[in-house]
T-cell receptor
Framework: DVKVTQSSRYLVKRTGEKVFLECVQD?????MFWYRQDPGLGLRLIYF???????EKGDIPEGYSVSREKKERFSLILESASTNQTSMYLC???????????????FGPGTRLTVT | GENVEQHPSTLSVQEGDSAVIKCTYS??????FPWYKQELGKGPQLIID?????GEKKDQRIAVTLNKTAKHFSLHITETQPEDSAVYFC????????FGAGTTVTVRA
């Protein structure tokens, strides 16, 4: 079974702190993704990565950065946390998305981040 | 980007009844149409998907139907059971997945 793990289930941070969210997958997937999930808004893509050291902005990248130094690990960084970044953060991974290829994404359990 | 609308936002059904959730999208280039289920405390998990060359796909009690002309696809759950209670997301894909806002399904015993 594919396993995607996230470093914390719950995290509480103060405004202005630098926050690191870590994600690890064990299926040798090329693609990795970071989403945030808010009630009534579904999942919104923050950043994704197609390969080591590669990254692409998603729909809401402002206030976030990412790092992918190893294939299995994808980190989301909040440079200076703000209260409007309080949310559920979900990491996902998948095989490469080519035409007629499986797009299925495998999700971690999520990190609920509260910024006070 | 893709504009995705999912209806209804909440759905309460009696155990044994059917549930239908509809997803409309705007990108005519979308060619992959999955549904994800998210149980409490877990990440979303793919339950069924369909590609643009197929109109309907069934897997036991769940089915997905696609109308590409009208740009919508639907999730059908028959003989609902308590374990079907969850949040369901559609995620039509062209270049990448775009998720709907979700439908909270509650199955009443």
């Amino acid at each position: 079974d594919v396993k995607v793990t996230q470093s914390s289930r719950y995290l509480v941070k103060r405004t202005g702190e630098k926050v690191f969210l870590e994600c690890v997958q064990d299926m040798d997937h090329e693609n990795m993704f970071w989403y945030r999930q808010d009630p009534g808004l579904g999942l919104r893509l923050i950043y994704f990565s197609y390969d080591v050291k590669m990254k692409e902005k998603g729909d809401i990248p402002e206030g976030y950065s990412v790092s992918r130094e190893k294939k299995e690990r994808f980190s989301l960084i909040l440079e200076s946390a703000s209260t409007n970044q309080t949310s559920m953060y979900l990491c996902a991974s998948s095989f490469p998305s080519l035409a007629e290829t499986d797009y299925e994404q495998y999700f971690g359990p999520g990190t609920r981040l509260t910024v006070t | 980007g893709e504009n995705v609308e999912q209806h209804p936002s909440t759905l309460s059904v009696q155990e044994g009844d059917s549930a239908v959730i509809k997803c409309t999208y705007s990108d005519s280039a979308s060619n992959y149409f999955p549904w994800y289920k998210q149980e409490l405390g877990k990440g979303p998990q793919l339950i069924i998907d369909i590609r643009s060359n197929v109109g309907e796909k069934k897997d036991q009690r769940i089915a997905v139907t696609l109308n590409k002309t009208a740009k919508h696809f639907s999730l059908h759950i028959t003989e609902t059971q308590p374990e079907d209670s969850a949040v369901y997301f559609c995620a039509p894909a062209g270049y990448k997945l775009s998720f709907g806002a979700g439908t909270t399904v509650t199955v009443r015993a």
